[in-house]
């Protein structure tokens, strides 16, 4: 099976009786790689599910704010991105703070973990839970989404400069923890 590139996909988007199959081409693009995206934030695959239904339900609602300004994916990962910050900041009434959602999230991770899993794999993942949320966001981003600054930039509305620095301290915050919590 061809991939079909983004250009084609928006060109069917904006056809006269091709939109139905356009979306449905672009959901089937980047529904894995969204929800990845997305889950490696909430951490639960129930709220990773909702994250991406209320994604998608956005980008058809407001395809026609889509002008090309970016990549197709940096905006769709943009909308992703803030639809976790809205999840996380309708359950901020329910903590105390917002490191307390680093926490919750740890808790999650650990009890998402059907076995004593590979324990190194468990401790990255709590060590990126524990980084700021900026931080977090742009490790992600980075590492796993292999994302550019440049694109990253798009997604998040900050600086080059900034992104390379919080990246930078979330390397050191991970491998500082990592180190702290080996055997």
Same mark, same amino acid.
């Given at each position: 099976?061809?991939? %079909?590139?983004?250009?084609?996909?928006?060109?069917?988007?904006?056809?006269?009786?091709?939109?139905?199959?356009?979306?449905?081409?672009?959901? /089937?693009?980047?529904?894995?790689?969204? =929800?990845?995206?997305?889950?490696?934030?909430?951490?639960?695959? &129930?709220?990773?599910?909702?994250?991406?239904?209320?994604?998608?339900?956005?980008?058809? /609602?407001?395809? &026609?704010?889509?002008?090309g300004?970016?990549?197709?994916?940096?905006?769709?990962?943009?909308?992703?991105t803030?639809?976790?910050?809205?999840?996380?900041?309708?359950?901020?009434?329910?903590?105390?703070?917002?490191?307390?959602?680093?926490?919750?999230?740890?808790?999650?991770?650990?009890?998402?973990?059907?076995?004593?899993?590979?324990?190194?794999?468990?401790?990255?993942?709590?060590?990126?839970?524990?980084?700021? &949320?900026?931080?977090?966001?742009?490790?992600?981003? /980075?590492?796993?989404?292999?994302?550019? =600054?440049?694109? %990253?930039?798009? %997604?998040?509305?900050?600086?080059?400069?900034?992104?390379?620095?919080?990246?930078?301290?979330?390397? &050191?915050?991970?491998?500082?923890?990592m180190?702290?919590?080996?055997?």
């Amino acid at each position: 099976m061809t991939t %079909i590139s983004d250009d084609e996909i928006l060109t069917l988007i904006r056809g006269k009786g091709t939109a139905n199959q356009g979306f449905a081409l672009l959901m /089937r693009k980047y529904r894995e790689p969204v =929800y990845w995206h997305v889950r490696r934030l909430v951490v639960s695959h &129930e709220d990773a599910e909702d994250v991406l239904q209320e994604t998608f339900i956005n980008i058809f /609602r407001f395809f &026609e704010s889509y002008k090309g300004d970016s990549k197709l994916y940096t905006w769709i990962y943009k909308i992703a991105t803030n639809e976790c910050g809205r999840l996380f900041r309708s359950r901020k009434g329910m903590l105390l703070s917002l490191d307390e959602v680093g926490e919750v999230l740890v808790n999650t991770l650990y009890d998402s973990s059907s076995d004593e899993s590979d324990r190194i794999l468990l401790l990255f993942q709590e060590a990126i839970l524990r980084l700021p &949320e900026k931080q977090r966001l742009v490790f992600n981003l /980075r590492y796993y989404d292999e994302l550019s =600054y440049e694109e %990253i930039s798009q %997604i998040l509305e900050s600086s080059v400069g900034t992104l390379k620095t919080n990246y930078h301290y979330a390397q &050191e915050k991970i491998k500082d923890f990592m180190i702290q919590h080996q055997l």
